[in-house]
């Protein structure tokens, strides 16, 4: 693996993209909005289309990004449809390649016009530091808690991170876990976030084929080197096709929870100085409407997936 950025350099972006064009403007406008983005190297991947009917969709999100006035932008258009599980890998194992670090973005986010500062100061100041494994960008509304700093916890996030090189070379999209780890309750404790995510529920089912994630097998990774994420105490992106206020009814699921549209924060917090699971942030994530509405929506879709096995 050849490191060609610097430490100094900002981080290279890449961005997973594949028929939402509405939501892929959103993400380039709250991404010009950020200082750095300009002097950022940016790959975008988009995959390919499923049928005929969705070539003009995949189309329309090309030539989003083609529009993107940027000097140093990599457009790359998969033939077949990858699935975002594949295309995700393998565009980060792409840039990691030549490159120390990577913000990692799907194309229903958007971003504090703050983030890529924060992903940029986070990968610098814990770039030797190899318990940390990533720098997480969302976080639920706690309230207002311990706001004036970040903290650690023990789980990657999926909507938008940024990770090294040298941690990201641990990932497996195959990896399951071993006949110890099973039988370990420990092992569990650590990989479930002592209570955020039921991880082993959803490696299994992922195992069983019910359904496709990169993320839980990133979250193994990171489980079994002892790794922990930095979170944001106030989210930092958010995530479109989740919130209640954009995609949904005032009756869907997130509002039914009293899970709100989140307000992206500014950088008006400093990085922790010591590297530890903050475990009163940790509960009061766990005890947040939207880890909540998670869980839930987890259970719910392991009750619809098995129906659909007996039914069959």
């Not at 497996?172 to 479930?192: E, I, K, M, P």
Request: net charge positive; with cysteine.
């Amino acid at each position: 693996m050849v490191n060609t950025n610097s430490h100094s350099d900002l981080a290279p972006i890449a961005i997973f993209a594949f028929n939402r064009p509405g939501s892929a403007k959103r993400l380039v406008r709250s991404l010009e909005s950020n200082p750095e983005f300009s002097e950022s190297k940016v790959f975008v991947f988009i995959d390919g289309s499923r049928s005929r009917s969705e070539q003009s969709l995949v189309d329309s999100v090309e030539e989003v990004f083609q529009s993107v006035c940027h000097p140093r932008i990599c457009i790359v258009r998969r033939d077949e449809n990858y699935g975002l599980k594949k295309s995700l890998s393998c565009g980060i194992d792409v840039v990691c390649q030549n490159h120390d670090s990577v913000v990692v973005l799907e194309d229903d986010l958007e971003l504090s016009q703050d983030a890529l500062k924060y992903f940029n100061l986070g990968l610098n100041r814990y770039r030797e530091d190899m318990r940390v494994w990533s720098i997480c960008a969302d976080v639920p509304d706690v309230n207002g808690f311990g706001s004036g700093v970040a903290h650690f916890l023990p789980v990657g996030s999926s909507w938008g991170w940024a990770t090294w090189s040298n941690r990201w070379e641990n990932f497996s999209a195959q990896a399951n876990l071993s006949r110890c780890a099973r039988t370990s309750r420990g092992f569990r404790d650590r990989f479930n976030g002592h209570g955020l995510r039921r991880f082993d529920k959803m490696l299994s089912m992922e195992e069983q084929g019910f359904i496709s994630s990169w993320y839980v097998h990133w979250q193994l990774a990171i489980t079994k080197y002892g790794g922990l994420s930095l979170f944001p105490p106030e989210p930092m992106v958010r995530n479109m096709g989740f919130s209640a206020g954009t995609h949904s009814s005032k009756f869907s699921l997130p509002s039914l929870f009293g899970v709100r549209e989140k307000s992206l924060s500014k950088m008006n917090f400093t990085l922790p100085s010591q590297v530890e699971i903050d475990f009163e942030f940790g509960q009061r994530v766990i005890d947040s409407r939207e880890w909540r509405l998670y869980r839930f929506n987890s259970v719910l879709g392991r009750i619809k997936r098995r129906i659909r096995r007996v039914r069959r």
